[in-house]
């Protein structure tokens, strides 16, 4: 399974940005999807994620600034930002899960996909 980020790029302070991230590939059922950020220096950080039936998870920071959405048909997740500040500035990494079942049809394991990451730059 790959995944394609995009939608980053240079805005002010106070703009905003839609992030999008498409899987695609040997895809059966993504489970989780969602985007971290990771600054230089730091270590990278869950900005949000929803599961396939809906239930959102949100870092602190990012509540109330950030929606996270996602088309399953498209399998497809987007961050849409608001009020960007410069501590947003950071590389915008999607991933997505998927289990694998054995012949036995039980959950196998747990996959983890990870895109190249979308840069976001917030500054006047």
């Known amino acids: 399974v790959q995944l394609q980020a995009s939608g980053g790029g240079l805005v002010q302070p106070g703009g905003s940005l839609r992030l999008s991230c498409t899987a695609s590939g040997s895809i059966l059922r993504l489970n989780v999807m969602g985007w971290y950020c990771q600054a230089p220096g730091n270590q990278r950080e869950l900005v949000a994620s929803?599961?396939?039936?809906?239930?959102?998870n949100y870092a602190d920071s990012a509540k109330g600034r950030f929606t996270i959405s996602r088309d399953s048909v498209k399998n497809t997740v987007y961050l849409q930002s608001t009020n960007l500040k410069p501590e947003d500035t950071a590389a915008y990494l999607c991933?997505?899960?998927?289990?694998?079942?054995?012949?036995?049809?039980?959950?196998?394991?747990?996959?983890?996909?990870w895109g190249q990451g979308t840069q976001v730059t917030v500054s006047s």
């Open positions: 929803i599961l396939r039936d809906g239930r959102l």
């Open positions: 991933f997505a899960t998927q289990f694998e079942y054995g012949l036995d049809g039980r959950i196998s394991r747990l996959l983890e996909y």
